[in-house]
């Protein structure tokens, strides 16, 4: 089973440039280490088969999630994806343990340059803004949250630059876990979930 | 052989000799064309002398010319022929008035007669389709350029030979005598539109009326009936059988049943075809070969050489690849049969004297037997070297030609939903379908449906089979579709087959033949109608959808588990039994996670997702 597994979405590949390179850059890494799963070629009909999503993330020791960015998130499903996939009990709440000490990295585009992820831009907020909900889905799995891979500007950027962008999302999938950054970072310990967080509310 | 009726001795004879001399000719890799006319010289006069009067059998085998003209006809769609109007009308009329005009002006030259120069130059400008036709797919050339200009120049050949077999008695040395003048005219006319009009108005409901009756025998004998009626309504004012045939053929080109009429009439043709050539082979004076050996060598080469010249020239014009230019060369330089054929009428109209005619035809025959082996010389010395050189790869100019590349076996109410969403899509699907009617109906929305037997070998063949990615096989019959199915793996194993299962067993059979695109008919209306049924007893209607689709994912499997355990009763039940205490078992299963979670959130615990889980602002 693979060590690295990499989760990729993208709604219509046939128009895609940058998480088209990045996905044929990973497949071709070492299968016996990398698997990639391309989610919309296997549930055209948003069908998951949990049970086999489960047991490759079992196996696995990093995730890395590779999408566009739309609408500030990610592709609807992937999200469905996450929801279940990461189940309770399974990922996170009582006895969900089986996503802890593993390492999770995001590898996104989009499609507005840097410069519109800035206050004075027309997105407003710096990018890192929108990885809160990232973050934290990592935190509460006991996940450690690796720095993101981000293309900006992903529609005008050149060959080349998309290219070069392959090549470095290869290398640092071929380096992993010997990454430089990983050394200064602290394990990030799971985020419980007090039993009695919430009070009681009826059934619906 | 006293007692046995002479057209028992004779079948025997050019049967047997045909069968003996094709395969070896074929063996030798010359084609089916020179063993037949191996077979004639054998068995005629100059060789075994098994058979003295080849006239009497020229007579009856021109019925195969007949036939070919009437496919050729079938053929010439007119929306084809407006495709392909530039290589067609503009380089095969080139092809053919140069070649016929150089040829005239040596013979005039020659000091021949001009009738004879005129005759001889037609005759000999005609190149062999026959040959080209078994040539080319043999050496896998039909969808190059050069393989479709050679087609779309004998295409203009056998249009012009029409032209030129109504007009050769024109040339006639007694031109006044027995004519009828203009009432003859008047009445050739009539019949011409007559045909046209009949076959306009009544040959498609007649042809409807009589694929009606679902007996496939009554089906041919209603097309050979067509063309032998249409051949005998225009010689009986004069004009050509053939051209007759070829009216009949265009005609028809644009109706349902083309291509049931071209796979019936087919081997007719083949073998009228082969008897025709048998009988120029035994034509062939070999006294006249004899006398003048030299002349004989002369003409032969001449011909050849001076169409070969025209040819070359006319491939520096063309978009022609260069590597490709020597089969362009050689395949229409040669001579062909249609130039026995205006032969023949030229000496029946007793336009030109026999002896000449002979020496000609010889000069055909002749260069017909040397096309073979131009051709494996052209592939030895000259091929090579044109595709060191930089080889220009051919432009996809004519795309008419080429088959869809999706084919739908059976157009009833399944395989027209798969086809019409291919068709939203942009894609376009050739239909086959053996129910007459609808596929007049569908040809009526502009469909390119054709009427025909989806298990017969020969018609899937030609309607592109061969060439299809997809071949949808939808047929409702199971027998018929496992038949269908048999024939497609054996022999067009480059098509994915995607099929319609009609129940679990017809499932297990394609499943059996390597099918791995098979839908059972029911099972998805079914589960719609029972998401439906879920969610008016109350189930949402999101749960609904992902139980039937669980359903569904476990049935497939479940079948999937049971397949080779096909034809074992026991197996069978126990692997059945076995799926469904399974899918009962999780479902089990779920129902009491969900009451778990129920009761979890009694404790004051409620989290399926994440987003319900408190926040620290909560």
């Known amino acids: ?204 | 052989m006293e007692g046995a009726p002479t057209w028992l001795t004779s079948s025997l004879i050019y049967l047997g000799a045909a069968v003996l001399a094709v395969p070896i000719a074929r063996l030798l890799g010359l084609g089916s064309v020179i063993g037949y006319l191996a077979a004639g010289i054998a068995i005629g006069p100059w060789g075994l002398a098994l058979v003295t009067d080849a006239q009497a059998i020229l007579g009856f085998a021109e019925f195969g010319v007949v036939l070919m003209l009437f496919l050729v006809g079938l053929e010439l769609e007119p929306k084809r022929l407006w495709a392909l109007r530039r290589p067609i009308f503009g380089w095969g009329s080139v092809q053919l008035a140069g070649s016929t005009l150089l040829l005239a002006a040596v013979g005039l030259a020659a000091g021949l007669d001009w009738r004879l120069a005129l005759v001889a130059g037609l005759a000999l400008a005609q190149s062999s389709t026959a040959i080209a036709l078994s040539v080319l797919p043999e050496r896998n050339l039909m969808p190059t350029t050069a393989g479709r200009s050679v087609v779309s120049v004998s295409l203009f050949q056998d249009i012009g030979g029409i032209v030129i077999l109504a007009l050769l008695p024109l040339l006639a040395v007694g031109t006044a005598a027995g004519s009828g003048g203009w009432q003859q005219g008047a009445k050739a006319v009539g019949m011409v539109l007559a045909i046209v009009l009949g076959g306009r108005l009544l040959l498609r409901p007649a042809l409807r009326w009589i694929a009606r009756s679902e007996t496939p025998e009554i089906f041919t004998a209603a097309s050979l009936l067509l063309v032998v009626a249409t051949a005998a309504l225009m010689q009986a004012v004069g004009l050509s059988m053939a051209l007759g045939a070829f009216l009949a053929g265009v005609l028809l080109a644009e109706s349902e049943y083309r291509r049931e009429l071209e796979t019936d009439i087919g081997p007719f043709k083949g073998l009228l075809l082969g008897l025709f050539f048998i009988a120029v082979g035994m034509s062939i004076d070999f006294a006249v070969v004899m006398k003048d050996p030299v002349l004989m060598a002369a003409v032969v080469l001449g011909f050849v050489l001076l169409k070969a010249l025209l040819l070359l020239a006319m491939v520096r014009l063309m978009p022609i690849p260069r590597a490709e230019a020597p089969v362009f060369v050689v395949l229409l330089a040669q001579g062909g049969e249609f130039g026995f054929v205006v032969l023949q009428a030229a000496t029946g109209a007793s336009v030109i004297p026999g002896a000449p005619a002979s020496f000609i035809v010889a000069a055909i025959a002749i260069s017909m037997l040397m096309t073979p082996l131009l051709l494996v010389l052209a592939d030895r010395f000259v091929a090579p070297r044109l595709a060191s050189s930089g080889r220009v790869d051919g432009v996809d100019e004519i795309q008419d030609e080429q088959q869809a590349p999706v084919l739908i076996l059976g157009f009833g109410r399944y395989g027209q939903i798969v086809g019409r969403l291919i068709n939203a899509s942009g894609l376009s699907a050739t239909v086959l379908d053996h129910d007459a009617e609808a596929v007049n109906g569908l040809r009526r929305f502009g469909w390119p449906a054709f009427y025909g037997d989806a298990t017969r070998l020969d018609l899937l063949r030609v309607a592109g089979a061969g060439e299809a990615r997809v071949i949808v096989l939808a047929i409702d019959d199971v027998e018929q579709s496992l038949k269908a199915a048999d024939i497609i793996r054996e022999h067009f194993p480059q098509a994915t087959l995607v099929a319609r299962a009609r129940n679990t067993t017809h499932w297990y059979g394609l499943h059996q033949r390597g099918v791995l695109h098979i839908e059972r008919e029911t099972l998805d209306a079914a589960l719609m109608s029972g998401r439906t049924v879920l969610e008016l007893m109350g189930t949402e209607r999101h749960t609904a959808r992902n139980l039937a689709l669980r359903f569904r994912q476990h049935n497939i499997e479940l079948l999937n588990q049971m397949a080779p355990h096909q034809g074992d009763e026991k197996q069978l039940i126990s692997v059945a039994k076995q799926g469904r205490r399974e899918l009962e078992e999780l479902w089990q299963r779920e129902r009491e996670e969900r009451r778990e979670q129920r009761a979890r959130r009694g404790d004051g615990f409620q989290a399926e997702r994440p987003d319900a889980v408190p926040g620290a602002d909560d």
Not at chain 1, 187 to 197: K, Y
């Open chain 1, 1 to 204: 089973m693979a060590d690295i597994l990499v989760i990729a979405a993208h709604p219509q590949l046939e128009h895609s440039r940058a998480t088209r390179a990045l996905m044929e850059a990973a497949a071709h890494l070492d299968p016996a280490r990398v698997h990639v799963r391309d989610l919309y070629a296997l549930y055209p009909d948003y069908f998951i088969d949990v049970a086999t999503e489960q047991a490759l993330l079992a196996q696995a020791r990093l995730l890395v999630w590779l999408h566009p960015v739309h609408w500030y998130s990610m592709p609807p499903l992937l999200k469905l994806w996450l929801d279940e996939v990461f189940a309770f009990g399974w990922a996170y709440g009582p006895g969900g343990k089986a996503l802890a000490g593993k390492d999770l990295w995001l590898a996104a585009s989009t499609g507005g340059p840097d410069t519109s992820y800035r206050p004075d831009g027309y997105n407003r907020y710096f990018f890192d803004a929108f990885l809160h909900p990232y973050e934290q889905t990592a935190a509460l799995c006991g996940m450690r949250w690796l720095p993101p891979l981000v293309q900006h500007g992903a529609h005008r950027a050149s060959d080349a630059l998309i290219e070069s962008q392959a090549q470095l999302f290869s290398q640092r999938l071929q380096s992993w876990p010997r990454w430089p950054e990983i050394d200064a970072m602290e394990r990030t310990s799971q985020c419980e979930v007090p039993a009695d967080a919430r009070p009681a509310e009826s059934a619906t």
